[in-house]
């Protein structure tokens, strides 16, 4: 059976994977699909310590379940809004690649 | 006493309505001269008062400077004298400046100079003369300036401020001494501080004492344009002419003589007397007197004539200060204004006649062209040259007199200065006024209006009768009246004789002449004196300063201090300027770098 240590590191990876996206690559809606992927990485860990640290009566502590529940809830309204947004550059600037998004360039 | 105040302020509440509301309406000419009109009436009201107010202008902890009023017969004498001829000189500035587009603004300064005159007339204590002397100097610069269009009268009034700024910084010097001496500031208590200072110090009191006098000395070489800060005078003639004769001749330049012959009243004769300084004064002015006499002997122009000889006059009523003969100084300086007034308006009345013609050598033959004018400046002539039973007369007998008690080489000066006068004036006026005419603007002269000739004919009248012991001991500022009117002696003798000379040689060499028979080139470049001041004095230390001072504006208050700011500034605005690179990654990158060290910190920080 797998070990805390190993959803963690799971999760980590996804985090890592998450934010070397954002980073790295040039489309915002692959950057945008990158920044789901890290919370995808914090849900998960947050659910691997739900399991592996029970309460006192040996359930699992519901408490960082209920919390993903939210995150996600949360992570659906900023797609949504995310999306609309990245559309409305995309008609703005006829572009989506964040190179060519420069006008707060100081 | 509440007069007085009125008698002050109220040319300078005109000053300011005709600048800040009248100055479009033609209103500003009626209102200043109803003003000296206003002026005039309170003085004759005051006249003869012994009072004195004053109240706190500024005040730190125990020590107070005031602005006061004190009336004595000096002060309210003053106040006829300048408000008397600043009256005249308004009604005939009216007819003078008449088609003048600035007018204006000329009979604005005029109220100012009224207003800054008044004050160090009234003034009770050193710092309100000191204060008003500044403010005689801005107006005066103003009326020079006048035609400003023209340089030469730009330039005149900028040597005028600067020779006076010079006289003025020895001034403020001396009151400074004199304070620090007496431990006061105004004329009242300075006395008694003086007595003080003399028995706690009485091994350096004179030479101290003297210091300060000679300082408050320089203020009055500047402004009554004694040697060697008496260039300004001459250049001042470029002002319109009434200027000249209320401002150049009349009031602002004997402000000197009467501040001098206050001090000499606050500190005392006897203490005056003793000092070394009173030497120098009397000396100073005798020297003024000889050379500005010398100097007027060969000028060509009617009002620098005038106005060399005025520097003669004011070296006199120095030297009588100096003598410690205050009084017949202030008695000179009494009749002097009225014949001096007179003449300089009379010149005034011919030039306008002539067209803005003021060259001798270019007229000629005015007598017959303008009677009135021409019998009134011979008024003006008698009185200055001294002929027995004119104003001049009575007041240059007791200089003499004084002179002739104390110090006779100033004496004899004085006796060569009596010969140079008549001899000039009559070469002005053999040249000017009889003869035949030597240009088109002479012959077409014609004599001016009544509103010129009034005040030429009251002056007239004054001019003859100021000096006799009826008008004299009431209006004078300071009077000693003789024993006998005219005291036959040694002194009335060289002085008829000295006006006789004058006299007959002016005539014999200049009657009937077309152009100057003599020609000194020394005494016709005004012993070179005006030509060391630019070509040494300005070129070598003035230019010299200016440019260390530019350089120094230049580079350090400007290149250093000004600009430095801005660039340090700009500098590290550009540096801050890199992080806002507008690139978003970069943005992320940052923000998880940020985040990784906070973690770090966090985890492995304790």
Redesign the interface.
Known sequence: MASLNDYLLVSGLLFAIG?AG?????N?IV?FMCLELMLSAANLTLVAFSRFHPAANGLPDYNGQMLVFFVITVAAAEVAVGLAIIVALYRARQTIH??D?????? | MNLAWILLFLPLAIAAANQLILKKTGLAPLLSTASALGTFALAVMLLGKNETSHFAWATLGDFSINIGIKLDQLSTGMMIVVTGIGLLVHVFSLAYMKEDEAKARYFTSLSLFMFSMTGIVLADNFIMTFIFWELVGLSSFLLIGHWYQKDSAADAAKKAFLCNRIGDFGFMVGILMLWGITGHLGFDQMKSGLAAFQAANPAIFSSVLSAAVLCIFCGAIGKSAQLPLHVWLPDAMEGPTPVSALIHAATMVAAGVYMLFRLQFTLGFEAFEALQASTVIAWTGGITALVAALMATQQNDIKRVLAYSTLSQLGYMVMAVGLVHGEAGMFHLFTHAWFKALLFLSSGAVIYACHHEQDIWKMGGLLKKMPITGFTFLTGFAALIAVPYTSGFFSKEQILEAAHEKEPILFWIAAVVAVLTPFYMTRLYVVAFLGKNRSENASHAHEVGPLMLGPLVILAVLGVIAGFPFVASKFAPAYLQPEHLVHLGFVTYVSVGALAIGVLTGFMVYAGKEKDPISIPLLQNRFYIDGFYDNFIVRYFQDTLASIIAFFDEWVINGLIVDGLSRSAESLGNRFRLVQSGSLQGYAFVFGLGVLIVVYFIVFGR
Request: a positive charge; charged letters at 25%.
């Open positions: 934010l954002v980073v790295v690559r040039r915002i950057v964040t190179d998004l420069t006008s707060l360039k100081g």
